[in-house]
């Protein structure tokens, strides 16, 4: 009875661990095969690095919308009022608040109004976006209660106005200080409509973490507004939050069915959902790429594995007329050119995983080299690159890099385990 040798046996990692390690010299690996070994590690550095700052990106850009804007805003179509004049407006916004609460899923519905008007203070103006609100509702809302940097007491807002970072810088103001809200839609006289002018103390300043947010937008309180823009008595949407954002569609109908006939809604996915689509192509398109990146640094393994098997040739004549068998043979090829890709694989996700857990410094380090500017949030949206690690990415690197250097290195390892031991030593 012949005793067959388990695949991979002890000594086929001897004879394998052998070749890695032999000097260039002696015929060992070649300098292709380093070469493949540091582009395996760069290619699968690239990839988790780029999926951290994709998922990062992506994760709190959608933080930034549903942390300081509704889920779903629920408008009124247009109908004409007895005195014969169009309008949105809603009259009845308390009673279709309430039937709105009463819908499962949702968690707060706030009535508001909202103006554009400008803004002026310390000698400087701007435009901005007002948004009346009731104090218990504002402190509902997790960018602007609990927002990454806040000035002042939310408390007191009943007592002033709210106001962004980037609307207090613009106009160099702060909180205690006053700025003077401007509407051309004021007073109406027989002679006509003059302009309203009326001048709030800043009792709070929010950083929400978006800058066309913390740029453009203030709060006021909610009967104050109304009387701003002239809208006594009426709302002009309802600002709806719900348990579980990323299902609102699911909502749609309920909350059509409880708003009324003349309900019109708009939820955060139909104001954003072109640019989220955007980000999943890019997604996408940038995986591909960067899966390319690494089958060409895969690719260089059967280059390394090719000098070596031809740097071998007598030596793997002589195993063969030892009693190796093909198989053997390939099995010990096959485990050269793995460990290349496990080893490049290894370094890759390391490099790539502390890329992600330290970018706050590594950005830092490279903004301040560049002598700053690198990242302008204007542009961006967001403050700074963010990263997540999620465990999907990662395994998709790792079952990427890893499959493609063990598809390639087949066929080299095949090569050599057919070749012919006669042929092999014959000049020997």
Known sequence: ????????????????????????????????????????????????????????????????????????????????????????????????????????????????????????????????????????????????????QAWGDIARFAEGIAIGSGVARELGVGVGDRIRLISPDGVKTPFGTSPRVNAYEVVYVFTAGRYDIDRTRAYLPFAETQSFFNREGVADELEVMVENPDRVEEMTLELLRAAGERALLWSWRDASGAFLRALTIEDNVMFI??????????????????????????????LRTMGLTEGAVLRVFFICGASVGLIGTGAGVILGCLFAIYIDTIFSAVNYVSGGGVWDPSIRGIYELPAKLQAHDVASAVILSLGLSFVVTIFPARRAARMNPVEALRYE
Do not use: C
């Open 1 to 148: 009875m012949v005793n067959r040798t388990a695949p991979f046996a002890r000594y086929e990692w001897m004879i394998a661990w052998r070749y890695l390690r032999a000097r260039r010299a002696d015929g060992g690996v070649s300098v292709m095969t380093w070469i493949s070994l540091v582009g395996i590690t760069l290619a699968v550095f690239a990839l988790i690095a780029t999926l951290a700052v994709r998922a990062g990106f992506r994760a709190e850009f959608v933080d930034t919308i549903l942390g300081a804007n509704a889920h779903v805003t629920v408008y009124s179509t247009v109908y004409v009022t007895p005195d014969g004049q169009s309008t949105r407006a809603i009259t009845d916004y308390a009673a279709m608040a309430d039937r709105l609460r009463a819908v499962p899923g949702v968690t707060r519905v706030a009535p508001l109004v909202r103006g554009q008007v400008m803004a002026a203070g310390q000698g400087r103006n701007t435009g901005i976006e007002v948004y009346g609100i009731t104090p218990e509702d504002l402190a509902t809302i997790p960018r602007v209660a609990d927002p990454e």
């Open 289 to 318: 790429i960067l899966s390319i990146l690494v089958l060409i640094a895969a690719m260089n393994i059967v280059s390394g594995l090719i000098m070596l098997v031809k740097n071998k040739g007598r030596d793997i004549g002589i």
